[in-house]
């Protein structure tokens, strides 16, 4: 309410394309973002984006954050094409405006090795996404969440296409990582812990996968509990586990 009203207010006093009026609508297209409501996002981005290309020119920062903005929106409308086009154009230029190592060349780097990945082109998601770790890790270093989030997405991919050995060093620097980074119970932690396990099991190993599950569900049932989603898609794969294993009370008792 108090977006809506402040846009309300600056549209009557300052006028649709006064900067102080574009930050409002990108305020509030952010907050839209952030509920999943993309569809109510979509036409304050679209408008951010085309005021910004006309009054600062498409190569001015405050136009590639819109430009961004609003690709990540198609992208998770399921639009990806158009997503494709803007993630491909905001990268080509923050990579002519700020250089190959900016952290904002370095996310939209990402985006795009993203979007290639949910539309399961492995191939052309690969190198974005090793070359966005090889730079984030020299320049923001290992610790920093946008490192762990490459290592994980790389981590995933190699899972996916079935390399395992590639997969497993990469889900224990991310698991190591954020233990100490984010801490036990976060949910990125969490999710370490089920990918490493997930590629233990794939590998046959078990035990290794037996006690990473256990720790995960128990860390899960306490933070986000019980009915949460990812609970409970831990604790189906622990039962498996536990049947798998003969381990047939503990499986009954989940």
Not at 66 to 79: E, K, R
Not at 204 to 230: I, M, N, Q, T, W
């Amino acid at each position: 309410p108090l977006y809506k009203q402040a846009l309300e207010l600056r549209r009557r006093v300052l006028g649709e394309e006064h900067p102080d009026t574009l930050s409002t609508m990108k305020n509030l297209g952010s907050l839209y973002g952030t509920q999943g409501q993309y569809a109510l996002a979509l036409s304050f981005r679209e408008k951010v984006l085309e005021v910004r290309r006309r009054v600062l020119g498409d190569e001015h920062p405050d136009t590639l954050t819109a430009m961004s903005d609003l690709g990540v929106n198609y992208h998770y409308q399921g639009q990806y094409d158009l997503a494709r086009s803007l993630y491909k154009k905001t990268l080509d230029l923050r990579r002519r405006v700020f250089g190959e190592e900016h952290p904002s060349t370095l996310v939209s780097m990402s985006n795009l090795g993203t979007l290639y990945y949910s539309q399961g082109k492995h191939d052309f998601a690969l190198p974005l996404w090793k070359e966005c770790l090889e730079l984030r890790r020299r320049v923001l270093g290992e610790d920093h969440p946008n490192t762990l989030a490459s290592i994980s997405n790389l981590a995933l991919l190699y899972k996916v296409q079935g390399k395992y050995n590639l997969a497993l060093p990469l889900f224990k620097q991310a698991l190591e990582l954020m233990r100490r980074v984010l801490g036990e119970e976060h949910p990125d932690t969490l999710a370490a812990m089920r990918n490493l396990g997930s590629v233990y099991y794939a590998q046959g190993k078990h035990d290794l996968a037996f006690s990473l599950y256990k720790e995960a569900l128990e860390l899960s049932r306490r933070v986000p509990g019980d009915e949460d989603p990812k609970t409970l898609v831990t604790m189906h794969r622990f039962a498996r586990l536990c049947r798998d294993l003969d381990k047939l009370d503990l499986a009954r008792a989940l």
